[in-house]
């Protein structure tokens, strides 16, 4: 039997159907940092039509994404580099967040990697200390283990009802809830 899932880094918080906050509706995040002055992640599943040779002047052209509704106008990395990138934080297995930044712009200049290994985020998800635990405890989240797949999956638009899905259970049933269930 698997363990009761905890808020910690490497987690996906999974947006039940019936959050109507439109910041996060139907969303997948993936929980870089969690710890006492609070929580930091990263939505999967919000693409954007701009790409990263939009807002840096590097030759490669990875789409981008919104990564939450804080700071929009910063840049967050996660990628598949690890140690060749100094200070990347490790967040699952497969998948690491920044680092130094000369040295992960470097890499993008002289040495990209193939866009299957690199996900590209303006803003981010935050929450202060016990708003993140608060928010689970009250049902405004699931929870979910991350694996590399769903943070460099291709379609990021279907991650929502295939992590419900991988979940099982009553929560396989949830990837079905309509949209607008008044119209149902």
């Known amino acids: ?17 019936m959050l109507r906050d439109p910041n996060f509706w139907r969303t ?7 710890d ?3 929580s930091f992640g990263l939505i999967l599943n919000r693409p954007v039509t701009l790409t990263l040779r939009d807002v840096l002047e590097v030759p490669v052209n990875y789409p981008l994404s919104l990564g939450g509704p804080v700071q929009p106008d910063t840049l967050h990395i996660l990628h598949q580099l690890g140690e060749t990138i100094p200070n990347a934080q490790q967040v699952t ?3 690491y967040w920044g680092g130094e930044v000369e040295a992960l712009l470097e890499k993008l200049r002289t040495d990209p990697p193939e866009p299957e290994r690199i996900r590209c ?5 935050g929450w202060a200390p016990g708003q993140l635990e608060a928010e689970y405890e009250a049902g405004g989240w699931l929870l979910a283990p991350a694996q590399a797949h769903h943070v460099f999956q291709n379609d990021p638009l279907q991650l929502w009802r295939q992590v419900l899905r991988s979940m099982g259970g009553e929560y396989a049933l ?6 607008d269930p008044r119209l149902n």
Do not use: K, S, T
């Open 1 to 17: 039997m698997n363990p009761p899932l905890a808020l910690r880094p490497g987690i996906l918080l999974v947006a039940p159907p």
């Open 28 to 34: 997948v995040v993936l929980l870089c940092a969690h």
């Open 36 to 38: 006492a002055e609070g």
């Open 93 to 95: 297995d497969g998948v």
């Open 121 to 125: 985020f303006l803003g981010y998800a």
């Open 174 to 179: 949830l990837a079905n809830f309509p949209e």
